[in-house]
């Protein structure tokens, strides 16, 4: 993401705050871009109107439609100097109808405002947020309440000792798509990396092991890949934070210390049962911030929602 054309901005009826269209907004001033406020709309009595005609049915939907597009018209109306159109799709299942549309339409960049989930919201339902994080292919910046301020933070969570390709080629992308922002927003980019602890089964079942020793060596591999990887991109190794314990953990804590924007993560799109039980490493990093987040997939990531 060396530049952003088109923004697909997520729009919540049931809020009064659209931090998302906000946030869109900004970056469409610094950047150019074109913004597509863009909302679904479905009504459930609609499947309960079965004593109605196709003709009756089809009319009450378009007068929904209307309604809402009248609604949205008027939400963007104040924004005359940004380049602003407006979208509202028919569909029962929101994230669809944004990935759907984001394919068929191509656009750079997908902007939600997002809120806290529950732990058994998250097993039983998985949110629109969560389906987005998983299966959209452009990138996807979920927006809380805090504003961007001048000469801030930003902060790229990489994996720096992954010997897995796509992995590796992801950690480039999110730094490369990290300083972008950073440039755009006039701040600073940082990195983080977490290494995880001795494990403690391994302490007392081997005798000889050495836990200090593994520890030290862990922590060494991980600080020279970090910085290894910061030295590609002319970062100095005063802006990598190589910390232990879990990434849900790290992540959060580095970037609440910084007072951090915005975080830039990356996600390769695991779903299915597992998933949904145990949910990603990204999910859980998005539901403890207090900030921005940009979920990225690899590189040539295709969304199981996309046509053959």
């Known amino acids: 993401m060396n530049t952003i054309k088109r923004i697909l901005a997520v729009i919540d009826p049931t809020k009064d705050d659209q931090h998302g269209l906000a946030r869109s907004i900004d970056l469409a001033k610094k950047s150019g871009a074109s913004i597509t406020a863009f909302m679904t709309v479905y009504d459930f009595s609609y499947e309960m109107t079965t ?12 007068a929904v ?18 380049n602003i159109d407006t979208q509202v799709v028919w569909h029962n299942r929101p994230y669809e109808a944004i990935i759907n549309t984001v394919i068929e339409q191509k656009f750079d960049l997908v902007i939600k405002g997002t809120h806290q989930h529950s732990t058994l919201k998250a097993v039983i339902f998985t949110p629109t947020d969560w389906h987005l994080v998983r299966k959209c292919p452009s990138p996807v910046l979920f927006v809380k309440q805090m504003a961007w301020p001048a000469n801030g933070n930003i902060l790229a969570a990489v994996n720096a000792v992954s010997e897995n390709e796509q992995h590796l080629a992801l ?7 990290a300083q972008f922002l950073a440039e755009l927003a006039n701040a600073q980019l940082n990195l983080v990396n977490a290494y995880p602890a001795t494990p403690i089964n391994i302490a007392i079942e081997i005798p000889e092991f050495n836990p200090g020793i593994y520890n030290e060596s862990v922590k060494k591999h991980h600080h020279q890949s970090t910085n290894a990887l910061a030295d590609e991109f002319n970062l100095p190794p005063e802006q990598c934070f190589i910390e232990e314990g879990l990434p849900e953990d790290v992540i959060p804590d580095v ?3 910084l007072n951090s924007e915005l975080v830039v993560i990356g996600t390769v799109g695991r779903t299915g ?7 990603n490493t990204a999910e859980h990093v998005i539901d403890s911030l207090d900030c921005d987040v940009l979920a990225l997939k690899p590189d040539g990531y295709i969304s199981p929602l996309a046509k053959d």
């Open 51 to 62: 004593m109605l005609s196709g003709e009756e049915r089809e009319a009450m939907r378009k």
């Open 255 to 257: 970037a609440k210390r």
């Open 65 to 82: 439609l209307n309604d809402r597009e009248l609604w949205l018209k008027d939400l963007v109306s104040p924004y005359q100097n940004v």
């Open 273 to 279: 049962l597992s998933a949904a039980l145990v949910g």
């Open 171 to 177: 950690n480039k992308r999110i730094i490369k798509d």
